[in-house]
């Protein structure tokens, strides 16, 4: 783990020729480290838009050269509508709308 960093007005951060390249390095660290984390989070992010754009799940994207059009796919639109519901306040609260209710078999 990295260091605090100190704070700069402090005696302790004053002492030695060397404290700006410490201080430097330790940033350009954490940005190198930031920018790798964030490109993989965008990797993933594009792959799962890629997902919901063409309705298939993983295994069949990575076996598309044996079914190249899937039978589920319904267009850009009505594949998202299908994922997401068309209601747009729950596209991010993970709830069940009508819809939903609707589609879903009856157990007894």
């Known amino acids: 783990m990295l260091p605090p960093p100190t704070d700069p007005s402090s005696s302790r951060a004053r002492r030695g020729p060397y404290r700006h390249r410490r201080r430097n390095a330790t940033d350009l660290s954490r940005l190198v480290l930031n920018i790798t984390f964030a490109l993989s989070v965008l990797g ?3 792959m799962h ?3 919901v754009i063409r309705n298939t799940t993983t295994i069949e ?3 598309k050269h044996t079914a190249p059009n899937s039978p589920y796919n319904l267009g850009r639109k009505q594949n998202f509508e299908q994922v997401f519901g068309k209601d747009k306040l729950y596209w991010f609260v993970p709830l069940y709308t009508q819809d939903d209710m609707k589609r879903m078999p009856v157990l007894r």
């Open 49 to 51: 838009i890629m997902l």
């Open 44 to 46: 993933f992010l594009i």
């Open 61 to 63: 994207a990575y076996e």
